[in-house]
């Protein structure tokens, strides 16, 4: 069964109080928290405060995304605010090595994020010290797009390699997420489904997550 991260980029920021109660009530695993700074994407999220409110309303894992520039500067900032898992992403960290080390040392596990364009195998230096691999399946930015249908394959490879090498590492999908594509992404090896807008723009989230979580 695959770990569903509902993302709370697509929720209705005004009723998070509620939407954290029914997610806490849910079947999904993890929160995932979209951080976006406009430099390392063209778009701007939310940050440390919201993360630290969302904190006090669930017990659930907190997945923070970070689609920063600079994100060493700040992923203590991020553990303070209640992060449990920090992903950072590889074209946005010339010293990546470090940066891992820096959020395991806070105590959080810690995610490489890879962009659409980025091959599987600039991942084979570090594959041994992340937690989570976030492959995105669209480019990051933005919730509502199409699933770039190519990821498949590169959730196969990598589910290989993690496997030949007995590596405890977690294949995240994030990006165009739908209940008519999860089985087969599921089937290619990920272990855990992002899903924004099939959730939260459903009439049930809540049945739209156990429906995400019955497909295998
Ligand atoms: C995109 C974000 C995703 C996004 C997914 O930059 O990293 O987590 O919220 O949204 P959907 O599931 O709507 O594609
Ligand atoms: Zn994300």
């Known amino acids: ?39 390392f994407v063209p778009n701007i999220s939310y940050g440390i405060p919201v993360i630290e409110h969302i904190r006090k309303a669930t017990k659930k894992t907190c997945d923070v995304h970070l689609m920063i520039e600079e ?26 090595h470090r940066n891992i080390q820096q959020i395991k040392a806070l105590g959080c596990k810690a995610g490489v994020a890879v962009n659409p364009h980025t091959p599987i195998s600039m991942l084979d230096d570090i594959l041994a010290d992340v937690d989570v691999v976030n492959l995105m399946s669209v480019n990051p930015g933005f ?26 590492v977690l294949i995240e999908i994030d990006g165009g997420v739908t209940l008519e594509n999860a089985k087969s992404i599921v089937e290619a090896g990920a272990h855990v489904l992002v899903a924004g807008n099939t959730v939260f723009k459903s009439k049930d989230p809540k049945k739209t997550i156990a429906q995400l979580k019955k497909l295998k």
């Open 1 to 39: 069964m695959a770990i569903i991260a509902p993302s709370l980029l697509a929720a209705d920021f005004l009723r998070l109080e509620e939407i954290c109660k029914m997610l806490n009530e849910s079947e999904a695993d993890w929160f995932h928290l979209d951080v976006m700074d406009g430099r």
């Open 71 to 96: 994100p060493g500067s700040l992923v203590e900032a991020f553990k303070k605010a209640g992060a449990d898992i920090i992903s950072v992403h590889i074209e946005a960290c010339p010293n990546l």
């Open 143 to 168: 919730g509502g797009q199409t699933f770039i249908a190519h990821t498949l394959e590169k959730i196969r490879i990598l589910r290989k390699k993690i496997d030949a090498l007995k590596l405890p």
